[in-house]
Every structure is written in C-alpha cells, then in structure tokens.
C-alpha cells in the first residue's frame, strides 16, 4: 500500500451519523475548538477535517503501521469503547509538501464513497501540529497474501471477490471519485479466517481525485504494472484508469502473475498494442471462456471501449449467468516465491518489487482460441 503498512485498516463498525452531505462525526463528545496554525493556508483541509482536540475524543493506541509522511495506530473511542485504525500525520511529515492538501483529498473522497466494501470514514480531525484519520480496523489483511495463504483460488471465489469490488468502483465512479491506485494491496479483508468467501474492502485514497465535474486528470502517479496505456502516454485521462487496474487485480486473482511487463516506461501510440497484448500463461489455460472475455473487456488499450464499472458488474461472469472453470489457480508456488522476494528486497511504497522469473504465454485470440507466443519475464 502507498505510504502505508499493510496492516493499517483492521476491523470495526462505524458510529457516525449522517448530514446534509452524507457524513458527520460521531457527536459523542463536545470538543473544544480552537484555531489550528497547520491548516492556516490549506483551505481543502479546513474543508475536510473538523478541529478538535482529539485526546478528548480517543486513546491513541500502539502503532501498527508507518509509512514515509505518518503513522497508524489502533485508538479507542471514549465514550462507546470501540477500537478503529487511524493514521496520524505530525508536523515533521507536514513538511513534505503537498501531504496536508492529500490528506485531506484522500477524507473527502472517503466521505463521498460510503460504500459495503470501501473501508469506512469514521472521523477526520485537525489538533494542533497534527491530522487524525479514524477509520474502521480491517483485521483480515492484503487480499494477495490470502491467496498465497489459499494456494489456490477457485473462478467461483475470484468472480465473489471481483463483483464486490467492482461495485465498489461503479459507486465510487458514480460519486465522481477516481482511486488511481487499485492493487491487491490496496485491497483488504474485513477479518481473518472469514467463513465462506471473504469480504474485501478498498483502502488507501491517498491518491484519489474527486471531481466536481466530468473533467480530465493529467497527473503521472500510481503503481508499476497497474498503470493504464492512457497514462503511459502522458495523456489525459478519466476514471477507465481504474478500471484497467481492476483488470489487471482481475488477471492477478485468476492467473497468479501480472498480465504486462511492471515497467513505468513512456509510451507512444503505436507500441501500446504490441505492449499490451493479452497472453495467458500455460498453468491458466483452463480459464473459463466468461472469465477470458471480462479479462479482454478490461484490458482494452483504448479507454473508449474499456468496460465501465457498470458494464463490468452486468457481466455474466460476476453475475453468475455464464459458466466458470472449477480448476483452481494452480501456481501457488510462484505466489509463494513472489511474495518471498518482495519481503526480502523492500521497495519503495508505489513501486512493488520486480517478478521472480519467466512463464511461459499465450496470446488470446478474439475467438478464445489460444496461439503460441514469446515468453515474459511477469510471473509471480
């Protein structure tokens, strides 16, 4: 997860209530206002925090997370007694520039996407020299570990999964949110040991835009090998940004690797094709042909005809209509392998770390028909 450990949203049910524009802090405690040199300037965090003084509303408990700007830690709400994460963000890692007004982007797209599976807002709060995000603790962590921990991963459990998410990211689409940030990282279960298939929740909006109107983005951020073809060209783009990462979860969840080589490297137009032809590796040739044409839907290099998140949620593979392989994923472990390396070579929060070793491919055809092809170097 960008800036953050992958532990940070625990478990937890929110106490809030809502106002005129959907959300408003639990109103538990009356707690004292008074000016807040830090957000003097910052008009967008005086928009999205309220000031208080957030000893008097919880207890700041042990830090179970850290990243380069902050800290997360569990906290205990006085008067109901219930324990939420939230991410503290000091004078020291105000200095950075830009943190504060993206502290306060990432609460107001939270505060727009109330959503069964986006981690949900509980309170955001200015005090003094700091900024207080309380948010409900998710216990279960990263979806990629619990598929490593699985082994396998059933078309069944990943259409569960990816129909969640994908109504998440219609709804949050809908609200005029674009998260540029999707990854399985960024991707966590509500509790360990969940009976049946999990529930997972989008986290971390720290890069998020919330748009006012239809307007295109232009900036160049996000993680390697979820990056859209539009923002390899440094090219406008619009929220079809997410929905390619969402492919790329999608073929990561079904296929055990990425689907394109992890490089953030510039682009023109006429290698975008060449570098994103859709192959499958040999172990995932028993994909269904519904799970194959979503997969083709999503990662379509041209934005204009990509799936929507709504279209994408009419498909009648995540719905339950078109037939799915009970062949599990069988690459565990590569999985494995994968996320051994990544623990022993740290990486940079938005850069994950390079992918094991060769796979052998091949090239979906239009018909579903595969033919043989070069070999990558993408495999987890």
């Known amino acids: 997860m960008s800036d953050l450990c992958a532990c940070w949203w625990p478990f937890g049910r929110r106490n809030s209530e809502r106002n005129s524009d959907g959300w408003s802090p639990s109103p538990l405690i009356q707690a004292r206002t008074k000016p807040i040199a830090i957000v003097q300037g910052s008009p967008l965090v005086e928009q999205a925090c309220r000031k ?5 509303l919880y207890d700041l408990g042990p830090e179970i997370g850290s990243g380069s700007t902050s800290t997360v830690h569990k906290s205990t709400q006085k008067a109901s007694g219930k324990v939420f994460a939230t991410k503290v963000v000091s004078a020291a890692g105000l200095q950075t520039p830009g943190v504060a007004d993206q502290f306060a982007s990432e ?15 509980e309170d955001a709060v200015v005090d003094e020299n700091k900024l207080y ?26 259409a569960s999964i990816l129909s969640d ?7 949050m689409h809908d609200q005029g949110v674009i998260h540029r940030d999707l990854k399985p990282e960024n991707l966590l279960l509500a509790k360990e040991s969940p009976v049946g298939f999990p529930t997972v929740k ?9 748009r006012q109107t239809r307007d295109v983005c232009a900036s160049f951020l996000g993680t390697r090998g979820y990056l859209a073809p539009e923002m390899l060209k440094r090219r406008t783009y619009s929220e079809a940004v997410d929905m390619w990462a969402f492919g790329v979860i999608a073929y990561v969840l079904l296929c055990g690797c990425l689907p394109f080589d992890d490089d953030a490297a510039r682009i023109n137009s006429p290698n975008a094709s060449k570098k994103f032809e859709l192959r499958f590796p040999s172990w995932a040739r028993g994909l269904s042909k519904g799970a194959r044409d979503l997969l083709a839907n999503l990662l379509q290099v041209d934005p204009r005809r990509r799936y929507t998140a709504a279209q994408c949620c009419r498909h009648p593979w995540l719905r339950g209509t078109a037939e799915r392989s009970s062949v599990p994923l069988s690459s565990p472990a590569m999985l494995g392998r994968r996320l051994a390396a990544a623990r022993a070579t740290p990486s940079p929060p938005s850069r994950p770390s390079s992918r094991a070793g060769p796979a052998d491919y091949a090239v979906l055809d239009n018909d579903g028909r595969a033919r043989p092809a070069s070999r990558r170097k993408n495999s987890f």
């Open 52 to 56: 208080a003084s957030f000893a008097a």
């Open 107 to 121: 609460v107001l797209a939270l505060k727009r996407c109330r959503h069964p599976h986006v981690v949900s807002l």
């Open 133 to 158: 995000l309380v948010t409900e603790l998710l216990t279960g962590g990263e979806l990629f570990d619990y598929v490593v921990k699985r082994g396998t991963l059933g078309e069944d459990e990943a």
């Open 165 to 171: 998410v994908g109504d998440a990211i219609r709804f």
């Open 202 to 210: 989008i986290i971390d909006f720290g890069l998020s835009k919330a």
